[in-house]
């Protein structure tokens, strides 16, 4: 066993490593791509996709990002909290009782029906501030947002309210793969934002895109963007893997606990789904489902130990997995197992990782328990 394997960066018995510095190039590689003239507005949302929002904020900044983005309230003042000063925009809806500590901690509000407008005036009269608000536009996403036909209505009614500043306009792709829905969506979004010019109400700043597309759909970069996946590294439609090279930031780890060998036909784990073929050597590792790492893994995942594969076997089960190590000797309590990124000359990416879960990258990080040890490094 080398001395690199019987070294933990933590007390966990499973832990992820985020590189910072992955962070601020993927941030970097989105500048350079829109350009000057458009803002990058990272999306921290769900704790950076699992990856830890406070130190994703810190690498941000220092990459450029002039806005954050987050979910809710709570997640804006986290980073309020941590010190993080730059405008933090809440792309999803603020509760009545949240408007208050929003408006107080001066984040950026998104509006999508009047009520909250109404409640976001008051408080900003009670704060004595202009609170900017961003008011979002339904264009087929079929969530939050104004109905295009109610859009001039609202948006001007919501601009007439004391203390407010309509500060921008904003749209959701449904399914930015699907081009011609797409389209629909941007041609309605023109037009909304044309009825709003004609009105009076000019200047906005306005934004569309998220990660997908961002590339696929350069005329909907506007004045902002708001990648989230390509952040930290993943999901990059295949005509952006050439031109952006992103970096997959965020690798999960665990360790031996326990290796032993079991005859041919012996059964494994609960339920007895996997039978041995041939004498083998199995490995246990301490993460389970309650860490976030799926039981739909169960015999289709595969781990790197020392840089080759090995295969889970068996269910995985709330607390602990099992791997064949048979063809990999010397395996022995201590060595480090990669559930997810880079060992030696392999990986394991989080699209992978997410097929054999049978669901979509953003699970997979998002998923992972928070009694998994976070390990920034830089």
């Known amino acids: 066993m080398t001395a690199d394997e019987l070294h933990h ?138 109905l295009p036909d109610d859009a001039v209505r609202l948006v001007t009614a919501v601009a007439a309210l004391p203390g407010l500043q309509v500060e921008g306009l904003f749209m959701h792709f449904a399914e930015a793969g699907d081009a011609e829905f797409s389209q629909k969506q941007i041609d309605e979004f023109e037009q909304v934002t044309a009825r709003l010019r004609a009105a009076g109400l000019d200047g906005l700043v306005r934004h569309a895109s998220s990660t997908a597309a961002v590339v696929r759909y350069p005329e909907a970069n506007f004045d902002m963007v708001r990648p989230g996946s390509g952040v930290y590294g993943y999901i990059a439609p295949a005509e952006m893997a050439g031109e952006m090279p992103l970096r997959q930031a965020l690798s999960w780890k665990s360790s031996v606990i326990q290796v032993k060998e079991y005859p041919a036909g012996h059964t494994l784990g609960y339920d007895r789904t996997y039978t041995t073929s041939r004498p083998t050597r199995v490995a246990i590792l301490p993460v389970g489902y309650a860490d976030g790492y799926r039981r739909e893994n169960s015999n289709r995942a595969m781990v790197l130990i020392r840089g080759q594969r090995a295969p889970v076997v068996g269910r995985v089960s709330m607390d602990y997995t099992m791997v064949d190590v048979t063809e990999l000797p010397d395996i022995a309590v201590g060595a480090v197992a990669t559930l997810l990124g880079p060992d030696r000359d392999d990986r394991i990416t989080t699209e992978e990782l997410a097929d054999w879960g049978n669901t979509i990258p953003h699970c997979v990080t998002t998923g992972i328990s928070p009694r998994v040890g976070r390990v920034y490094v830089d």
């Not at 406070?54 to 979910?71: D, Q």
């Open 9 to 146: 960066p933590t007390l966990h018995r499973t832990w992820t490593e985020v590189a910072l510095g992955a962070i601020r190039h993927n941030i970097e590689l989105f500048r350079e791509w829109v350009g000057p003239g458009c803002v990058v507005m990272p999306t921290l949302k769900a704790d950076a996709y699992g990856h830890g929002s406070v130190p994703v904020a810190r690498a941000a900044t220092r990459a450029g990002a002039e806005r954050l983005a987050v979910a809710t309230c709570l997640e804006g003042q986290v980073l309020r909290e941590a010190g993080i000063g730059v405008p933090i925009h809440i792309l999803g809806a603020t509760l009545p009782e949240e408007v208050e500590a929003a408006v107080r901690l001066g984040l950026t509000l998104s509006i999508h029906e009047m009520h909250i407008a109404e409640l976001a005036a008051i408080a900003a009269h009670r704060h004595g501030r202009t609170v900017p608000v961003h008011c979002k536009i339904d264009t087929g996403m079929g969530r939050l947002g104004i």
